[in-house]
């Protein structure tokens, strides 16, 4: 749809001792929200108008607004296109004629929404800001034609309203007290409300939203976890890293590194491929020893011995290649192929059944020193 937006103004303000006052709009639709009283001439005269009314001016009508004795606050925007006649005829909303819509909490969000596509001029972004101004004149034409009375328990189309902007808006610091101003409640009426409707607190459906915009960041790209944790919104990274863990039980370090490493994809400039770097960031560590184009993995403490169930000798005597969940014998056997041929490997997501018969995820990596080699594995948790 070819729509461009000419202008958004936002808070505009017109002073007192002044007015608009233009024989023809121009070439543009133009889309006006009072959010004060004052005048203005519509398609049957000169008219008042209040806060919370609105107009849309067509292109060849005369635009004129006055103040009366206070000041006007209002917000506008102006389109055009080759679709724009035809959006505003598919929508129905009579032109150069005040509506006063029964609710407007809607405005704002869409506003804001366009202003930021307009200012990003990101993929397809003409194509949402049309959609958005399709939305926009939608809901005013909607709220304008709704009886007051059958629209009064509106209270779950708002909340539905309402969690849509705040998802797609993540990232800004939203608090219960902005939330409930929004919907005109109070805190814990709104809170009460949001909870019966959607079966969980405001809050926590904003983290959720926010770590699961997390995961999809940290599972496709290099960027740190500190940069995901101030994109997505969140107050600190040590808030991030334990609302994280909480609902995932795993770091989002280990979350980024398992979804990388199964896309043979690692942020390496996190990591540091020495003895002492790996030795830092395994839970089990040891030496390798190569017979018969097998490994066998001895381990250096009790705790790798309990992660597999096994006693030390068993494991000892046994090829890692026997610890191998069937799913993944093929990654396993790559791995094996490579420390024979005496290549290093590096964060291999391997999952292994231990004594019981349980499936249990680590990240493997092998390196040689010199003549000698050795592993290192960290724990990993199972990703759906």
């Known amino acids: 749809m070819k729509i461009r937006i000419l202008s958004l103004e936002v808070d505009k303000i017109l002073n007192n001792n002044s007015s608009i006052d233009r ?13 004060s009283s004052g005048l203005l001439k519509t398609s049957i005269g000169l008219s008042d108008f209040s806060a919370g009314d609105c107009i849309l001016l067509d292109p060849a009508f005369p635009i004129y607004i006055k103040c009366k004795q206070d ?9 055009k296109g080759a679709d724009a006649t035809r959006l505003v005829q598919q929508v129905g909303l009579e032109l150069n004629t005040l509506h006063t819509p029964i609710q407007t909490f809607f405005i704002d969000s869409i506003l804001d929404r366009i202003t930021k596509e307009t200012r990003a001029s990101d993929l397809l972004w003409e194509r949402i800001v049309a959609g958005c101004l399709d939305e926009l004149l939608s809901k005013v034409y909607r709220f304008s034609k709704q009886d007051f009375v059958l629209s009064m328990p509106d209270h779950a189309q708002k909340l539905r309203d309402l969690r849509s902007e705040v998802h797609e808006s993540f990232s800004k610091p939203w608090t219960i007290g902005q939330m409930a101003d929004k919907m005109k409640l109070s ?38 976890v500190k940069q995901v944790s101030l994109a997505c919104g969140f107050e600190s990274v040590h808030y991030f890293h334990r609302a994280f863990k909480k609902r995932n039980n795993i770091t989002p370090k280990h979350f980024q590194n398992h979804k990388l490493s199964m896309k043979g994809s690692i942020p390496s400039k996190d990591k540091t491929f020495t003895l002492d770097g790996l030795s830092l960031e395994a839970d089990f560590v040891g030496t390798i020893e190569i017979d018969k184009g097998e490994i066998f993995l001895n381990g250096t403490d009790q705790q790798w011995n309990d992660f597999l169930g096994y006693d030390a000798d068993s494991i000892k005597n046994k090829p890692f290649f026997n610890f191998v969940s069937p799913t993944h014998l093929e990654i396993a ?18 999952d292994l059944i231990n004594k019981s ?28």
């Open 23 to 35: 024989p023809k709009g121009g070439l543009s639709y133009s889309l006006y929200f009072f959010k």
């Open 71 to 79: 000041d006007i606050a209002y917000d506008v925007v102006s389109f």
């Open 187 to 224: 805190p814990s009426r709104f809170a009460s409300l949001y909870k019966k409707e959607f079966d969980t607190s405001p809050t926590e459906d904003l983290i959720r939203t926010r770590i699961d915009q997390a995961k999809r960041m940290l599972s496709t790209t290099k960027v740190s």
């Open 333 to 350: 056997k790559e791995a094996i192929n490579n420390i024979v041929d005496g290549k290093n490997v590096q964060d291999i997501a391997v």
């Open 357 to 384: 018969g349980e499936i249990v995820s680590i990240e493997f990596s092998a390196l040689i020193k010199g003549k000698a080699w050795f592993w290192f594995a960290r724990k990993i948790t199972v990703m759906a």
